[in-house]
T-cell receptor
Framework: AQSVTQLDSQVPVFEEAPVELRCNYS??????LFWYVQYPNQGLQLLLK??????LVESINGFEAEFNKSQTSFHLRKPSVHISDTAEYFC??????????FGAGTRLFVKA | GAGVSQSPSNKVTEKGKDVELRCDPI?????LYWYRQSLGQGLEFLIY????????KSGLPSDRFSAERTGGSVSTLTIQRTQQEDSAVYLC???????????FGPGTRLTVL
């Protein structure tokens, strides 16, 4: 069965510092991987996704994630965070069917 | 165009009452999902609709939960005889199909007293 583990429930970080939000998954078949973001008082929205091809995927606001098959990970990184990046981030995995499994979420709190 | 909408945004009810939550997906999206988001937990899959196919109800936590999708568009999630543990945010999402990005609604926050 698929599962997704987000290793940190909360990550406090100072503005302009780098950040990494960790995500590990378990699956015996090929996977599609997603990061969704939920800003305060807003709905979830897709941040970036890996379906195939290059293992490094990027978002329009400077986040990137790398699919590492050997480590079954899809960590999310940003070299310099902004106050506006404060949000909850969800990692999700899909194995080609209709069901997408979401992690418990990581709350990123950017401090001035 | 319009995104996924859900109503009501907040619902407070008494234990034992029935509630109905509504979801209007993006026009043209054939897939519709219901999730439950509890504090400190991830999104729990409840049910999935794809076109006119029979829904997959494997995620529904008990027989008090049911959902329907009329005309391949609007969906209603019904919880009968609500319990306090049903308190959560119920999210609806729609997509063009599997492996496509899911577009989420703002959710309905259900509080069972």
């Amino acid at each position: 069965a698929q599962s997704v583990t987000q290793l940190d429930s909360q990550v406090p970080v100072f503005e302009e510092a780098p950040v990494e939000l960790r995500c590990n998954y378990s699956s015996s078949v090929s996977v599609y991987l997603f990061w969704y973001v939920q800003y305060p008082n807003q709905g979830l929205q897709l941040l970036l996704k890996y379906l195939s091809g290059s293992t490094l995927v990027e978002s329009i606001n400077g986040f990137e994630a790398e699919f590492n098959k050997s480590q079954t990970s899809f960590h999310l990184r940003k070299p310099s965070v902004h106050i506006s990046d404060t949000a909850e981030y969800f990692c999700a995995v899909n194995t080609g069917g209709f069901k997408t499994i979401f992690g418990a979420g990581t709350r990123l709190f950017v401090k001035a | 165009g319009a995104g996924v909408s859900q109503s009501p945004s907040n619902k407070v009810t008494e234990k034992g009452k029935d509630v109905e939550l509504r979801c209007d997906p993006i026009s043209g999206h054939t897939a519709l999902y219901w999730y439950r988001q509890s504090l400190g937990q991830g999104l729990e899959f409840l049910i999935y609709f794809q076109g006119n196919s029979a829904p997959d109800k494997s995620g529904l936590p008990s027989d008090r939960f049911s959902a329907e999708r009329t005309g391949g568009s609007v969906s209603t999630l019904t919880i009968q005889r609500t319990q306090q543990e049903d308190s959560a945010v119920y999210l609806c999402a729609s997509s063009l199909g599997i492996n496509n990005e899911q577009f989420f609604g703002p959710g309905t926050r259900l509080t069972v007293l």
